[in-house]
């Protein structure tokens, strides 16, 4: 599964003037005109350097150059004042250049030019939250474009010091509640302005606090309403309850989209239908380590026409590959010994767009055709480059309207349908269709942004009660930002708690907090990995796997990244491959095993 050449988010100069000085107001960038060289700046990879020309004043300026995975952000944590207004500005010169500000404890802004040629202005505005003390400022460039240059930085407010807030927050409103299992349910609110975290209250229970409007509220009894209210706090005190809003749990017997899979699982791709430097390897012969083997790929007869075809990778390209009567055999006795084995649809080459209701019933008898011919247990959707982009103006992923996205959720759902409770249904999107959805969603609401940004996120959400697992691929990604509103790269324990931390604890779609993507269940996740430096950008060393697994599931080894919770029912891990696992001597199914006691 590739890499992702993410495009530049392609839209006109957004130049947004801030509110006007004051004349107690500071500039609190420290070298904003790199007259100090890079003193007080910290750039990515080594990416950053100051010129003497071009310059837009003074005598020097910042030239930052993307390379590979690295898009040069240079940084800057500066110290502020809670709760106040500040207006950031640079000059930029470029393609793609961006200026913004994270960890505001509101709503984290950047603005950013497309347009190469002369000096060019920009500049934002925020306000702190009421426990702000300190921002990072940062510029940076986009994958693949040249380097751009960036000079007289300002962040100009209130100097730091002074009273916090002096009341607390209004009451939350838009308070929903999803029971999402016999034992579970999500909530989501529109964040209240000033709030620096929440109070989660039902009758009976302890109060649950939360830093994010969602929350996930587990061991309930099922077929039980409950009654849940929410609070705003700050420095200042609680506000009052919001409305309440009661939700009964379904009834009892196991939570919906996980058949017959084991507490913690290892999930794993087969190359059946292609040969490549990691070897063939038999269905029969793949270890009895992995719990649900994806077998990679069907690819449709042209990209429109929803018509999936399988076939195995004939004797000439991979020496001792199995007939299908063997191949047939072999699923069916993997089966037998309780292991999944799915059609994964997709993959590099397999775009598949689903723009007509003609190419929906196509994909929906096709992919019946096969899972019916080798006797499967379900699907794996494995939409990649081109296959799932939103249409401009399409912008609430609750509510879809883009064709192929709402085709593809109509065929899921009618293939779940058909074969019943036993279906299994997983997804493995790349970081730029889910995570990256946090900062960007489709084309944005004035057009122009890459229209793949967040794709993926209207079809998890409207198949999460038919969903088995999510495995986002964590690897062949850009730096994707994280809840704590810094930028986090592939191929360390950081990145994999950060990516997965915002599907367990939801996040505001493109920072809208009133469009708020719910949680989704810990045994619905599991993490994806390349099983060796060959099989994709941002191997991960086992050691690191297991940082992970101990941080999100004990809370323990975490690094610089916080989760927001302790999920020890998290599924299991995901690679990209079993052939290159197989390549590789087993390291990755081995440490898993060793984790889990397998």
């Not at 930029?92 to 497309?114: E, I, N």
């Amino acid at each position: 599964m590739p890499l992702l050449v993410a495009a530049a988010l392609t839209a006109a100069t957004l130049l947004t003037a801030g509110p006007p000085a004051t004349a107690v107001d500071a500039d609190l960038v420290r070298n904003g005109g790199f007259e100090s060289g890079l003193d007080g700046w910290s750039c990515s990879a080594g990416s950053g350097a100051v010129v003497s020309a071009p310059v837009h004043g003074g005598s020097s300026a910042l030239r930052a150059t993307p390379a590979g995975q690295d898009n040069a952000r240079c940084s800057q944590t500066v110290t502020v004042k809670p709760d106040s207004a500040y207006t950031l500005g640079a000059w930029v010169q470029g393609a793609y250049v961006y200026l913004g500000a994270s960890g505001t404890g509101t709503t984290d802004v950047s603005t950013w030019t497309q347009t190469p040629g002369a000096w060019k202005q920009l500049t934002t505005s925020f306000r702190t939250g009421p426990a702000t003390t300190s921002v990072t400022v940062y510029t940076h460039g986009w994958y693949g474009q040249p380097a751009h240059l960036t000079d007289d930085v300002t962040l100009t407010g209130p100097d730091p010091g002074g009273p916090g807030p002096t009341q607390p927050p209004a009451a939350p409103t838009g308070l929903t509640a999803t029971a999402t299992s016999s034992s579970a349910v999500a909530l989501t609110w529109t964040a209240a302005p000033g709030a620096t975290s929440y109070t989660v209250r039902r009758d009976g229970a302890d109060p649950l606090t939360a830093t994010t409007p969602s929350a996930t509220i587990t061991g309930l009894a099922p077929a039980t309403p409950y009654t849940f209210t929410v609070a705003a706090a700050n420095a200042a005190g609680e506000s009052p309850r919001s409305a309440p809003v009661t939700v009964t749990t379904p009834p009892g017997g196991g939570d919906p989209g996980t058949p017959g899979l084991p507490a913690h699982a290892l999930v794993g791709y087969l190359h059946t239908s292609f040969a490549n430097g990691s070897g063939y390897l038999r269905m029969a012969d793949v270890p009895d380590s992995w719990d649900v083997i994806d077998l990679a790929f069907g690819e449709p007869t042209s990209a429109t026409s929803g018509d999936i075809r399988f076939q195995l990778c004939p004797v000439s390209a991979c020496p001792g590959a199995e007939t299908p009567a063997e191949f047939k055999a072999a699923v069916k006795a993997k089966r037998a010994a309780g292991k999944k084995v799915l059609l994964s649809i997709g993959g590099q080459n397999g775009q598949v767009q689903l723009t007509t209701t003609a190419a929906r019933d196509a994909f929906v008898s096709s992919v019946s055709r096969i899972i019916d011919e080798y006797g499967l247990d379900g699907v794996d959707v494995d939409f990649e480059g081109h296959s799932l982009s939103l249409a401009t103006g399409d912008t609430d992923f609750r509510a879809p309207t883009t064709p192929a996205i709402v085709n593809l959720i109509a065929a899921l759902k009618t293939l779940k349908a058909r074969y019943g409770s036993g279906f299994v249904l997983t997804m493995a999107p790349e970081t730029f269709f889910v995570q990256l959805g946090y900062q960007y969603y489709g084309s944005g609401p004035w057009g122009g942004q890459d229209p793949r940004a967040g794709a993926y996120l209207p079809v998890i959400h409207a198949l999460r009660d038919d969903l088995t697992l999510l495995h986002v691929q964590d690897y062949n990604s850009g730096p994707i930002m994280g809840l704590d509103g810094q930028y986090h790269s592939m191929g360390g324990a950081d990145f994999h708690t950060a990516m997965t931390d915002m599907l367990l604890t939801g996040f505001p779609v493109a920072g809208n907090t009133s469009r708020v993507f719910p949680p989704l269940r810990p045994d619905q996740i599991a993490i994806g990995l390349p099983a060796t430096p060959n099989a994709g950008n941002g191997h991960t060393p086992p050691a690191e796997v297991t940082k992970t697994l101990d941080c999100l599931t004990k809370h323990t080894a975490c690094g610089p990244y916080q989760p927001h919770g302790t999920w020890p029912a998290l599924r299991g891990l995901m690679t990209w491959s079993i052939n290159w696992d197989h390549f590789g001597g087993w390291e990755f199914s081995r440490n898993f095993d060793a984790y889990y006691g397998g």
